[in-house]
């Protein structure tokens, strides 16, 4: 079992698309459970990635590719983390703030709340806020959910809680916010109602957070 999520992992680093997919299909195939997929293969291999890349070892291009890889795999994975014809439990908005081009973890928050029978509109990456708010009002969403990756561009997450705040949505719609550099105490100091570390935490905090606004 660990041989293909090995290959997974080493053909992700190397940008291998097709190959990632293929082995991805191989390791379903095989009884591999999605998690496991996922979390040993797929992420094992961008955290090599990662560290790479801030030791200057690759560079922008090769993370783009391994980052294509890495979507690619994950679509393979999402029937499997995503459970169809289920009750709508809720409404999410979700995107990656302005400026910034990151969107595999959003990627994954999206699946995971799927996976929890939530409809969820996703707005992409370089998400303005007044955007989240013409979203979350036009789907009449219980929730808006922001990642951001960069120190640079987690500012955005305050302007969207501000626009939020600003509009007759103020009280209506929950704020949700993650991403690596995102902590709790960033969280508390912009007033966003909701941070988890993780995309499966994010799932279970955006559900609950449905059920008590429609309690
Ligand atoms: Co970027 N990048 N990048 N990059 N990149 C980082 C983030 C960096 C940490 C790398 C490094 O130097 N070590 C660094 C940020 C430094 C900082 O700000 N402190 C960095 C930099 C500097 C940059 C550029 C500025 C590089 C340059 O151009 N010189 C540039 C910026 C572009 C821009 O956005 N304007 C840039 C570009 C890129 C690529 C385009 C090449 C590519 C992105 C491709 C894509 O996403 N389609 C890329 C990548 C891939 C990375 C790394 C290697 C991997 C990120 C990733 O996808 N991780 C990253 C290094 C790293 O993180 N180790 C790095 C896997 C993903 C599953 O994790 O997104 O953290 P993550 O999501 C997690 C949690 O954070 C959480 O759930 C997920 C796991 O379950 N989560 C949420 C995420 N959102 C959430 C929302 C929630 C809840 C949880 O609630 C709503």
């Known amino acids: 079992m660990s041989e293909i999520l090995e290959e997974i992992s080493s053909l992700l680093q190397k940008g291998r698309a097709p190959k990632v997919k293929a082995a991805v299909q ?3 195939d095989a009884g591999i459970p999605a998690s496991t997929i996922l979390q040993d293969g797929l992420l094992a291999g961008m ?13 922008v ?4 590719v ?16 995503v459970s169809d014809g289920v009750e709508e439990k809720g409404v999410a908005i979700i995107g990656t ?12 928050v999206r699946m995971m709340l799927e996976g929890k029978g939530l409809r969820v509109i996703d707005l992409g990456v370089d998400v303005a806020p007044e955007a989240f708010v013409d979203a979350a009002r036009e789907n009449s969403a219980q929730l808006v959910c922001c990642s951001a990756l960069l120190t640079t ?40 109602d909701c941070y988890t570390p993780d995309a499966a935490t994010a ?13």
């Open 26 to 28: 191989q390791a379903l």
């Open 47 to 59: 955290d090599v990635v990662g560290v790479k890349f801030k030791n200057n070892e690759v560079f």
């Open 61 to 64: 291009p090769e993370v783009l």
């Open 66 to 81: 391994a980052a294509r890889a890495m979507n690619k795999g994950v679509e393979v994975l999402r029937p499997y983390l």
């Open 97 to 108: 703030v302005k400026g910034d081009m990151h969107d595999i973890g959003k990627n994954l």
């Open 153 to 192: 561009t987690m500012p955005e997450m305050k302007n969207i809680v501000d626009a939020v705040n600003a509009s007759e949505l103020k009280g209506k719609v929950k704020i949700m916010v993650g991403g690596a550099p995102i902590t709790q105490e960033y969280a508390d100091e912009i007033g966003a």
């Open 203 to 215: 799932a279970e905090a955006a559900l609950q957070l449905c059920q008590e606004m429609t309690a």
